[in-house]
């Protein structure tokens, strides 16, 4: 489906923008959540309840739950990649490191979707863009290695990082290979096959974690943050996120992420006081730089 307004700033672009400021809060809300329960406890309720809401969402609108069979294993495998594996590796990648160094890393993500659309040969990488990918990859480095106050890279203090980085990685893999089934279905209907799907793989893995929570032990916080985080970060944000892909493409659609660790420092500050270091700051800028000259070089 072609863009729905050109270049013009439209009703995908303020979705995404109100999409991103959920996200920011939503990693420290993760964060408070994740005191009180395990992060497979967390994340298995968490998907579960978001499972039953798209289920209820897509009865509701009447549009049904069938598929064609060439459909149908192509949105199971990104079903289980978005929804299982990334899952997982973001839940214990934000549980091992700041809520401020999770929202950088993820911002990254239009760096991997230009280079996995010019593996694919989808398009073409020009020598801005190269360069952008260039730059965003060193200020990445920088907020990783100064994470705490000195340029080393540690196993313990690279775990989370890493994850993080690896479920960025993935996520925009998903992001990339979903267009061609968002011209044949809504979001709504491809967010609840896949999220169904993921949850199908994710929740006998955790079960033994959700099983163990004692719901009258878990605060009003934290169960407040998990009810956000299924409701708005995943059921609306995804609704949004795909929305827009569909109308706009991949590459519009995953700028919008650079305004993510914007909205999580300020939130990670307010709600956890998280402070970036003068030296992380920096990396975070460059960061930016970086992905800001890959747009620019994509544009061109």
């Given at each position: 489906?072609?863009?729905?307004?050109g270049?013009?700033?439209g009703?995908?672009?303020?979705?995404m923008?109100?999409?991103?400021?959920?996200w920011?809060?939503?990693v420290?809300?993760?964060k408070?959540?994740?005191?009180?329960?395990?992060?497979?406890?967390?994340?298995?309720?968490?998907?579960?309840?978001?499972?039953v809401?798209?289920v209820?969402?897509l009865?509701?609108?009447?549009?049904?739950f069938?598929?064609?069979?060439?459909?149908?294993v192509?949105?199971?495998?990104?079903?289980?990649?978005?929804?299982?594996?990334?899952?997982?590796?973001?839940?214990?990648?934000?549980?091992?490191?700041?809520?401020?160094?999770?929202?950088?890393?993820l911002?990254?993500?239009?760096?991997?979707?230009a280079?996995?659309?010019?593996?694919l040969?989808?398009e073409?990488?020009?020598?801005v863009?190269?360069?952008?990918?260039?730059?965003s990859?060193?200020?990445?480095?920088?907020?990783?290695?100064?994470?705490?106050?000195?340029l080393?890279?540690s196993?313990?203090g690279?775990?989370?990082?890493?994850?993080?980085?690896?479920?960025?990685?993935l996520?925009?893999?998903c992001?990339?290979?979903?267009?061609?089934?968002?011209g044949?279905?809504?979001?709504?209907?491809?967010?609840?096959?896949?999220?169904?799907?993921?949850?199908l793989g994710y929740v006998?893995?955790?079960?033994?974690?959700m099983?163990?929570?004692?719901?009258?032990d878990?605060s009003?916080p934290?169960?407040?943050?998990?009810?956000f985080?299924?409701v708005?970060?995943l059921?609306?944000?995804y609704?949004?996120?795909?929305?827009?892909?569909?109308?706009?493409g991949?590459?519009?659609?995953?700028?919008?992420?650079?305004l993510?660790p914007?909205?999580?420092?300020?939130?990670?500050?307010?709600?956890?006081?998280?402070?970036?270091?003068?030296?992380?700051?920096?990396?975070?800028?460059?960061?930016?730089?970086g992905?800001?000259?890959t747009?620019?070089?994509?544009?061109?």
């Amino acid at each position: 489906m072609p863009p729905a307004n050109g270049g013009r700033f439209g009703l995908s672009d303020l979705l995404m923008i109100a999409t991103t400021v959920v996200w920011g809060v939503n990693v420290s809300l993760i964060k408070i959540s994740l005191r009180e329960m395990t992060p497979n406890a967390f994340n298995g309720w968490r998907l579960l309840l978001t499972g039953v809401l798209f289920v209820i969402l897509l009865a509701a609108s009447g549009e049904g739950f069938r598929v064609s069979r060439r459909d149908l294993v192509g949105l199971a495998l990104l079903g289980i990649a978005g929804n299982t594996i990334y899952q997982a590796i973001f839940i214990h990648g934000i549980h091992a490191t700041t809520a401020a160094n999770t929202s950088l890393i993820l911002s990254t993500s239009p760096i991997f979707v230009a280079l996995i659309g010019a593996v694919l040969r989808i398009e073409r990488i020009p020598p801005v863009a190269w360069a952008g990918i260039v730059v965003s990859f060193a200020g990445l480095y920088l907020v990783i290695a100064l994470r705490n106050g000195g340029l080393r890279l540690s196993a313990a203090g690279l775990g989370g990082d890493a994850l993080i980085l690896l479920g960025t990685v993935l996520w925009a893999a998903c992001t990339v290979f979903a267009k061609p089934y968002l011209g044949r279905m809504s979001p709504l209907k491809y967010s609840t096959l896949t999220v169904g799907i993921g949850v199908l793989g994710y929740v006998p893995l955790a079960w033994r974690d959700m099983a163990a929570v004692r719901f009258a032990d878990v605060s009003l916080p934290a169960w407040g943050g998990l009810v956000f985080s299924a409701v708005f970060a995943l059921v609306v944000g995804y609704i949004a996120w795909y929305y827009s892909v569909q109308r706009v493409g991949n590459a519009r659609t995953a700028v919008y992420n650079n305004l993510t660790p914007i909205f999580a420092a300020a939130f990670a500050a307010m709600i956890l006081g998280e402070r970036l270091r003068p030296a992380q700051a920096a990396g975070a800028a460059v960061v930016l730089l970086g992905v800001g000259l890959t747009r620019a070089g994509r544009r061109a």
